[in-house]
């Protein structure tokens, strides 16, 4: 059987949002040293690509595009009040995007099992002719239309568990039925959007499935959500690829966030999507890197998904049992999703 791939690489630093940034070149730097010591029996590491200009095109606009570029030529630009780039940050959101799209490639052609692209900056949140919340280009939007495009994906999950809702990944294919984008996100908090009557437009209704979270929930909250809702409407739908928009930011630890998962809850997550994968999609997996600020956290957190995703049966202890307090909100997800589901 083919090893499970990462790809990441020391490039990926060169994308500098300035000194204090939260999204600073130091979270890939904790996972280059993880690189050096995954065993080469169980993984693969896959050198990025740069991504085409068409690629990007598949979801933002040109003009969009030739903004981002345009910032190459200056030391500092501010694309909003939390987008900043540098004269290396164009090039290396190419890299982002291609290195994923790198790796799709890989798992479709049987290269790797499945897979998690290490790559920075985050995307879900960028929006077709808008950089947003530290996002130039929305890769894990653009993988999905590579995987229609290239592998004839007739139905692509992408399951976002980032501490932020994914707008940008939503907006992309609001009205989209043969993308179910599902997200579990701090609610109220920034982008503000994710609300749980946001469901979807004209023949996507159904399709966009949020349940928004309230402050401090952790690993009995997270499961439950995914044995109740995330897993029975992901078997409903029956994806032929699975991709992960995977931000620990939802950490206990993380400065930007309010929840309090632990590594072992994002290992049992994976888990959950994993064997999802194995039964629906040929095993088609990939995990993105999207937030997660706390480096200690990220590192042990994306240790735990890459464990899963090799095999391993972790002894967590957890379950779905527990996390009685968002009972309510699980009922009324289920309640405004019912017609579609």
Known sequence: MARSAVVIDPEYLKHDPGEFHPERPERLKVLLDLAAELGSKSFQLLPPRAA????????????????VRATSKTNRYALDGDTVTCRDSFGVGLLAVGGFLRLLDAIAAGEARNGFALVRPPGHHALRDRAMGFCLFNTV???????????????????????????????AFYQDRSVLYLSTHQYPYYPGSGAAEEVGEGGGAGYTVNVPLPAGCGDEEYLRVFSEIVVPTAEKFAPDWILVSAGFDPHRRDPLGGMNVTES??????????????????????????????????????VSVLERMKGESMADGLGSHGGEAIEPLIRRVLRIQEQYW
Not at 57 to 66: F, G, L, P, Q, V
Not at 267 to 290: D, P, R, S, T, Y
């Open 141 to 171: 939007a653009i993988g999905a239309h590579h995987v229609r495009r290239h592998y004839g994906a007739e139905r692509v999950l992408i399951m976002d568990w980032d501490v932020h809702h994914g707008n940008g990944t939503q907006d």
């Open 52 to 67: 085409l200009r068409e690629e990007i095109e598949s979801c933002h606009t040109a003009d969009y595009i030739e903004l």
């Open 265 to 302: 809850g994002f290992g049992a997550m994976a888990a959950m999507l994993i064997a999802l994968a194995e039964k629906h999609a040929g095993g088609k997996i990939a995990f993105l890197l999207e937030g997660g600020y706390d480096l200690a956290a990220l590192k042990n957190s994306v």
